[in-house]
């Protein structure tokens, strides 16, 4: 995608993660430039209090929804109906809504509509519906896969400590172990794997790992090579024993193929 597609960030207050609002951030901008931040919520409340501290750090601009009626969330209906002033507006590439919510699921199929990039990201709890209705969906869970390298700065930085260096050991040891070792996919993402190679080979029963990373994603978008321990596709494929990865050098960038065994 160009640097100048831009992406509407809509962000549900009632339904997303303060800790992880820069996590969020980074992941939309490997689609497009966030530009458009917006988080909706009643900023009276005490819920919404954890985000008062972090919304300016992030450039995000505070969206007030009073609720009325007891029991019932109001931000889902100023979010949707902000976000199809900003499509009508078309002043804006594609949307990411963040949210765990199935009530917006009406919304991505309607952004879609138009032809528009529309992707979510909430936690695995999100119901099906959702996740279906976006180009790509990303699970919360997966942004934070960092503890382990944390930790191991953290023992660094703590020089002439035997204890340390004791433990820092077992870590690094265990972390080896997980890259190593050969991963079996869940029935159901085994089946979405197959179904996008079998349309991604070329005459040569070849895959290149880009296409195939597109297929997939159309037909699950919440397939995440990050939900196996690893950051991108080449990765968990070179940890599949029925896979075989194959380096396919064009100038100084490598495009690398996939193939059965």
Not at 8 to 33: C, F, H, M, R, T
Not at 143 to 172: H, M
Request: aromatic share 8%; net charge neutral; proline share 2%.
């Amino acid at each position: 995608m160009e640097n100048k597609f831009n992406i509407s960030v809509l962000i549900d207050g009632d339904n997303a993660q303060p800790k992880l609002i820069k996590e969020i951030i980074e992941e939309v901008s490997k689609y497009g430039k966030a530009t458009i931040r917006r988080i909706y919520g009643d900023w009276t409340s005490q819920q919404m209090n954890s985000w008062k501290a972090i919304i300016n750090q992030h450039s995000i601009t505070p969206i007030q929804k009073f609720s009325y009626t007891t029991g019932k969330n109001s931000t889902d209906g100023a979010l949707i109906i902000d976000a199809m002033d900003i499509l009508h507006g078309k002043n804006t590439e594609g949307f990411c809504i963040v949210s765990s919510d199935s009530d917006y699921t009406g919304l991505a199929k309607r952004i879609r509509e138009e032809g528009l990039f529309v992707m979510g990201i909430g936690e695995k709890k999100t119901p099906t519906a959702f996740v279906k209705s976006c180009e790509v969906f990303t699970y919360t869970e997966n942004l934070k896969n960092e503890e382990n390298e944390e930790a191991v700065e953290t023992f660094e930085s703590e020089e002439n400590n035997t204890k340390t260096s004791k433990v820092k050991k077992q870590i690094t040891n265990k972390k080896t172990k997980i890259t190593t070792k050969k991963t079996i996919l869940l029935k159901e993402d085994w089946k979405t794997v197959m179904k996008a190679f079998d349309i991604s080979i070329n005459e040569e029963d070849k895959a290149h790992i880009s296409t195939l990373g597109l297929n997939i994603r159309k037909i699950d978008p919440s397939f995440d090579p990050r939900s196996y321990g690893f950051k991108s596709l080449t990765k968990l494929f070179e940890n599949i024993d029925k896979f075989e990865v194959i380096k396919n050098e064009v100038g100084d960038l490598n495009h690398p193929l996939l193939r059965m065994k």
